[in-house]
């Protein structure tokens, strides 16, 4: 059976508390063994996210762990920098994805 993952995407702006979700969603699946993703900036991440290429991947996903989680609740300001990308008004889509087919 393949591994499961949770992604958390996050879009809006600041909300109190969202540290505290990050963390106890990251802990949790490391105790059920379930892979957890940050997206950074929200929609913008999926939206312009190239899995071919470093750069992107580096900019845009993060990988909780207990290590880099055990104290975010302790701060300000959203980990994962909430985006306000609006993905149905996006006028068009980003290089990489543009030619391939979608669904309407």
């Known amino acids: 059976m393949a591994k499961k993952r949770i992604g958390i995407l996050t879009g809006g702006g600041d909300v109190p508390g969202l540290n505290s979700v990050i963390k106890t ?23 312009h996210l190239n899995l071919e290429d470093p750069a992107s991947r580096r900019r845009d996903v993060i990988g909780p762990d207990r290590g880099n989680t055990r104290t975010i609740d302790r701060h300000g300001g959203p980990k994962l920098h909430p985006g306000r990308t609006n993905p149905a008004k996006m006028q068009k889509l980003p290089d990489h994805l543009a030619g391939k087919d979608f669904p309407v």
């Open 25 to 47: 969603v990251t802990y949790r699946g490391s105790e059920d063994d379930i892979e957890v993703v940050g997206l950074r900036r929200g929609w913008e991440a999926l939206t």
